[in-house]
T-cell receptor
């Protein structure tokens, strides 16, 4: 079985631009979460979707938004990029009590 | 609210020595606790988790952790370090289960970088 897949793996954007990050969960996993990991820190929770509904939101500005599709894949959108948005964005999927499985992440650099 | 504190941002051990990475948590509800490992330029890999039941949890690669409610701790140990254990380790806590089938958000500690010397 394929693991959690994220695309793209790397991305360079200019301040003020918009970015869309994509995540495909493990087949059968209905919960998808997004985390931001700034260099040298632990991951910070951004969003959780469960059965296509938003079930949690972290302390991030409204420039961050996400959605989950009927096939349980997910997109994270960030508008009006700031230098401080440069980070590794991690997607995780979950089913049952097996814990979260993380993807390899998308490295976003804002210049 | 939940929080995790990892004591020691850097831990250095010799190959073959005991590995001890410390994690203390704060949670207003019964916690679910996790340890993840992250190798450079990679995502997070689950080492082990505590949900309910036995407080001593065994994970992959010879790691184990013990849930101590009275001490609000979940320290990670390995009897004998290998060079391949060098990585960053994250402790995390979750407090809820959604619909009985998925945990809620994870709150992570700041991470501990483990260095293993030959």
């Amino acid at each position: 079985d394929a693991g959690v897949t994220q695309s793209p793996t790397h991305l360079i954007k200019t301040r003020g631009q918009h970015v869309t990050l994509r995540c495909s969960p493990i087949s059968g996993h209905k919960s998808v979460s997004w985390y931001q990991q700034v260099l040298g820190q632990g991951p910070q929770f951004i969003f959780q979707y469960y059965e296509k509904e938003e079930r949690g939101r972290g302390n991030f500005p409204d420039r961050f938004s996400a959605r989950q599709f009927p096939n349980y894949s997910s997109e994270l959108n960030v508008n009006a990029l700031l230098l401080g948005d440069s980070a590794l964005y991690l997607c995780a999927s979950s089913f049952g009590r097996g814990g979260y499985t993380f993807g390899s992440g998308t490295r976003l650099t804002v210049v | 609210a939940q929080s995790v504190t990892q004591l020691g941002s850097h831990v250095s051990v010799s190959e073959g020595a005991l590995v001890l990475l410390r994690c203390n948590y704060s949670s207003s509800v019964p916690p679910y606790l996790f340890w993840y490992v992250q190798y450079p330029n990679q995502g997070l890999q689950l080492l082990l988790k505590y949900t309910t039941g036995a407080t001593l949890v065994k994970g992959i690669n010879g790691f184990e952790a013990e849930f101590k409610k009275s001490e609000t701790s979940f320290h990670l140990t390995k009897p004998s370090a290998h060079m391949s254990d060098a990585a960053e380790y994250f402790c995390a806590v979750s407090g809820i289960v959604l619909g009985g089938t998925s945990y809620g958000k994870l709150t992570f500690g700041q991470g501990t970088i483990l260095t293993v010397h030959p």
